[in-house]
């Protein structure tokens, strides 16, 4: 979960690196370093704190002149964020350097063995056990630095994306992943490498996206090389990266969470671009059409995701049971992986991620191909590990999202979901023809409708005011809209740093509703037709013990609205999309709330945007 950037070629390496580590620093913000690289030796600035604190430090201590170096922002696993733990590591000689992102899970054993071999540690990272790893290989058998890499790698049990450079070769860098995600950029005498595009996409758009167990080099004045770890050589293709700058920097906008809220009516247009026609009527996912057979006689879908895609993997389950009338179940990726389950060749293995690298939903899919499952990916990094790793998927095309906290990748996961439910539905025929058309036309209006609530802000941000010095929130919701409670709820404790829980709300008298008093905000997602009564009865018995309620209601509501503290309006929709109106608002109200308390919105204390590690 930390941010590699690495650069060799013709320029001045350390303007190149800091802008890569500004663009990685949702990554990891913990640390910041830099190596550059001369004949002369190894210059390695590093701090605890952001990349500006780094920029501090070294801005009047960089030789010039230095065009190979590296680069790396932390997101702390092994030992606190300080000076010492941070990236990048030298070896016990100081002829190496290493920045590195993934857990090293034998780093205890490789360290006593090499620790009585001599070799002496000063940071409590697996990093620095590792660059020791191969400083040893190196110095035994003096041979060259990616053939100690090599060696070295093939002791490791873990994972790992690692760049390394050498003091007595200059004018080479080297790198490697497993479970990790590491990108090349090729451009004109020059390369970079990068944990994602984004700092490569100011420089050139052709990339390579190593695969696991592979091995680059990176020569000034030579061709890259990649190998296996094994030393066999290995025959990449070059991809032209779809991304524009503009993509991945702040538009106006005060942070991109608040950037990325404002651009849910064009990203999820964009999802259902070329998918959808209501006025044609049909529905197609392309990822679908090679597997349509299997996927429409399994026995059931399995939906795996972490955070914010588990909770858009909650909505799919209702959505695929409810119009396609397929058996779902979801389940955390993190203990799917762990248990037992039964699975079989009639199964399909649905993975939701947005950064397509959570290394947990990478080893439940490995774990669902192993027995014989279908898998089928929804994530937005095109490229990415789990891109790669199902037998077929579909993008979400939400473009990058660099906020921590998901806003738009996940209304583009239950867009997704929802076009796999209605083309599903529409191929079983177990809903009718004009109830197929309903949907269909109402799934192209939501974007409008979601412009209309990013209209309502200065509202939600009054809303905020009143409720920003709570300690504790409760989010209720029914139906379609009890996943919704969960994000929101999730939202707002990302950011804000307030304790929240979603809750269903027929579940609040379980328990929850011991917690209610007059300073306990109860958000309640009250737009569910098929359930409206029983909501209105669950806001009298959070009014009845003093507590204060927002309500999501739809526009032109009167009753519930004369019952709520404060009411939310949003545009009328058929109950199977409201999770797409109403999660907007409280994406907006955590937002606002997190801003009124000094809070870092887009880099929430303790959390980084990609789950690569365990």
Known sequence: MCGIVAYIGEQEAYPVLIQGLKRLEYRGYDSAGVSLNSRDGLSIFKCKGKVSDLEALAETNIPSGLTSGIGHTRWATHGPPNDINAHPHASGNHRLAIVHNGIIENYSELKEALENLGHRFISDTDTEVLIHLIEEFQNKDDIQLEDAVRMALQKVIGAYAIVVMDKNDPDKIVGARLSSPLVVGIGENEFFIASDASPIISYTNKVIFLNDGEVVVLEKGKDLVITNIHNELQYPKIQELDLKLEEIEKGGFDHFMLKEIHQQPETVSDAMRGRLNAQKGWVVLGGMKEYIDRIMNADRMIIIGCGTSWHSALIGEYLIEDLARIPVEVEYASEFRYRKPVLSQRDVVIAISQSGETLDTMAALELAKREGALTYGIVNAVGSSIARLTDSGSYIHCGPEIGVASTKAFTGQVTLLSLMALSLAKRKGVISESYFRRLISELETIPNKIESILGMDEKIKWIAQAIKDSNNALYLGRG????????????????????????????????????????????????????????????????????????????????????????????????????????????????????????????????????TVE
């Open 480 to 611: 379609y809209n009890f996943p919704v409670a969960l994000e929101g709820a999730l939202k707002l404790k990302e950011i804000s740093y307030i304790h929240a829980e979603g809750y269903p709300a027929a579940e609040m008298k379980h328990g929850p509703i011991a917690l209610i008093d007059e300073n306990m905000p109860a958000v309640v997602i009250a737009t569910n037709q098929s359930a409206y009564e029983k909501i209105k009865s669950n806001i009298q018995e959070v009014k009845a013990r003093k507590g204060r309620v927002i309500a999501i209601v739809t526009e032109g509501d009167k009753d519930i609205k004369a019952l709520a503290d404060y009411t939310i309006e949003i545009p009328l929709t058929l109950e199977p999309f409201t999770p797409l109106l109403s999660v907007v608002p409280l994406q907006l109200l955590s937002y606002h709330i997190a801003v009124m308390r000094g809070c870092n919105v887009d880099q929430p204390r303790n959390l980084a945007k990609s789950v």
